[in-house]
């Protein structure tokens, strides 16, 4: 049920136009009619010098016009179509800043229980696979959670126990770890004598043999990429979803897949959203070589797609135990996880950062690597520098209360997944981590937020990851108000990718990437927010969306 705004200059003194401003609208209306007015809405414009409205005007794809209902009607010329919300909540085109997209396995995966928290117990995976390899000699893919993750068995030995001659697979579904059997290790051409790749490496047994489990970078030839057409339907398909959610923007963490192919695959897909590309630094013998990869991308590609990056995977994460900590992991006495990189290689790598005009993109988790990087940035550049070049922190999970400064005065953006938040500790739970994520005190320290959801291979309700950040339970201090969260999926997403003058906003002159949302999340039962969807959703004020409450309307 639509509940009617009232908007009052009290509230917004930026509708107190006056005379000048009442000419210049009709000045405005007289030079170009509108095409479209959203009118007897309650408008999040996600502006902080104007943040409510009532009407919003749209020509040729950008916002002509903000206001209230009686200042944008008098813009409507004979052709404008005119859309009543009913009191409707509309909002900035919500931007997915964290995604993984399209198939890192070989097969379907087989069902796991008890995913994603805590996951099959090994036993259970081990079952799950004899069960399977009675039937079939092709693949046999899985995704598994942190407590087989955790189990230091040797893996490979244990699969070839009840798959002796039918490759298996068994991913992470965080994506840092991934265990194979001997049959598999054979189908990929793997042998004793493969060495550790840049930030990554394969495991061995006490006698330097394969033990069947792989990390990080070294999973990237473990993994079977998937063409262009597999992939163009895994990104149509998540658009069409996305689109149901009023989702504009995707930043699309480039994984398991060449730029290249995930190009042609965006290409082929012809989604209505926009696409940043962050371009994934796959296994390279030489730091240089992963922005070689973003310099070889063709020139000519579709105007609503952008690359950027490379992204660098600099630790893992406290799931399979390997983010590098300051304390040591719960129930690993003596383990504080490692980093991906040498010293050296991370100096080299920020050096290149900053000669390139590309974004980088670092996956950072464990405090103790924070620290590292933080400290590398600081001796390598002044802060001007980092300012400008604005370096994504991916998680930002291991961000202290004594290093917000460092990292604001460093110009980093936080991009945060609500999804990772730790839940209230539960007697005879696992324990994800013993670290203490941050969300408001980010905002509090000048730290530009962005929320994702960091899910992945397919996409993931954003008004979840929106419940989860207002609520926060584990750390009910540190929950985001409804606005903040909002703000952080429009806004902060658009300029943590460096477009926040193109788009997040509601603002004159901007991309008119807006949503129509069925409920308004900022006032609902916060255990509601799951349940929107996006009943109109437009991009550069096309219709990528609409719901039969307004076409009906027409």
Do not use: C
Not at 443 to 448: E, T
Request: net charge neutral; charged share 20%.
């Amino acid at each position: 049920m639509a509940h009617a705004f009232t908007l009052t200059s009290e509230h917004t003194p930026w509708l107190r136009i006056g005379v000048a401003g009442w000419l210049g609208l009709a000045g405005m209306a007289a030079a170009a009619a509108p095409d479209l007015l959203l009118v007897n809405a309650k408008v999040f414009t996600a502006d902080p010098a104007q943040p409510y409205a009532q009407a919003v005007a749209i020509e040729a794809g950008r916002i002509l016009a903000v206001g209230s209902d009686e200042q944008v009607r008098v813009l409507a010329g004979p052709g404008t179509r005119i859309i009543d919300t009913g009191g409707r909540l509309v909002t900035p085109g919500l931007i997915e800043a964290h995604v993984h997209l399209g198939p890192p396995l070989p097969t379907p995966p087989l069902a796991m229980p008890n995913l994603p928290f805590p996951g099959p117990s090994g036993e259970q995976v081990l079952a799950v696979v004899e069960q399977a390899a009675k039937a079939r000699t092709d693949w046999i893919s899985a995704f598994i959670g942190p407590l087989a993750a955790r189990d230091r068995r040797n893996w490979r030995l244990a699969l070839d126990g009840v798959a002796p001659n039918t490759p298996v697979t068994l991913r992470g579904f965080f994506g840092h770890l991934t265990l194979v059997n001997s049959e598999a290790l054979r189908r990929l051409g793997i042998t004793e004598a493969v060495t550790d790749p840049l930030g990554g490496w394969w495991g061995r047994d006490g006698s330097g043999r394969l033990d069947g489990s792989v990390y990080e970078e070294a999973q990237r030839a473990s993994s079977m990429q998937a063409p262009p057409p597999v992939l163009a339907k895994a990104f149509g398909d998540a658009a069409q979803r996305y689109a149901r959610w009023g989702v504009t923007s995707v930043h699309l963490m480039n994984n398991d897949k060449s730029l290249q192919a995930t190009l042609d695959g965006l290409a082929l897909a012809n989604t209505g959203q926009k696409w940043t590309v962050y371009s994934w630094a796959m296994p390279v013998q030489r730091i240089p070589d992963a922005w070689s990869v973003i310099d070889a991308a063709p020139r000519q590609i579709p105007p609503r797609i952008r690359i950027e990056g490379p992204k660098w995977m600099l630790d893992g994460t406290p799931l399979e135990q390997n983010s590098f900590q300051r304390e040591a992991h719960p129930g690993r006495p003596g383990w504080f996880g490692r980093s991906n990189y040498t010293q050296d290689q991370i100096t080299t790598l920020l050096r290149l950062a900053l000669e390139r005009p590309t974004q980088l993109a670092l996956h950072v988790v464990g405090d103790a690597e924070t620290d590292r990087l933080l400290r590398t940035m600081e001796q390598l550049a002044p802060a001007s520098a980092w300012q400008a070049k604005r370096v994504r922190f991916e998680h930002g999970d291991g961000l202290r209360p004594e290093t917000l400064a460092q990292a604001a005065r460093l110009g980093v953006v936080v991009v945060q997944n609500p999804t990772h938040l730790p839940p209230p500790p539960m007697p005879g739970a696992l324990v994800i981590t013993n670290q203490t994520l941050l969300l408001k005190s980010l905002l509090v320290a000048g730290i530009p937020l962005a929320l994702g959801s960091d899910g992945g291979p397919t996409e993931q309700n954003p008004f979840l990851n929106l419940m989860l950040a207002s609520l926060y339970p584990a750390r009910p201090g540190e929950a985001l108000s409804r606005e903040q969260a909002l703000t952080a999926y429009t806004a902060g997403a658009a300029y943590a990718e460096g477009q926040e003058r193109r788009k997040g906003r509601i603002a004159v002159g901007l991309a008119a990437d807006l949503a129509v949302l069925s409920q308004d999340v900022l006032t609902v039962p916060v255990r509601q927010l799951p349940a929107t969807t996006s009943l109109l959703t437009l991009v550069d004020g096309e219709v990528i969306f609409e719901d039969a409450v307004f076409t009906q309307a027409r």
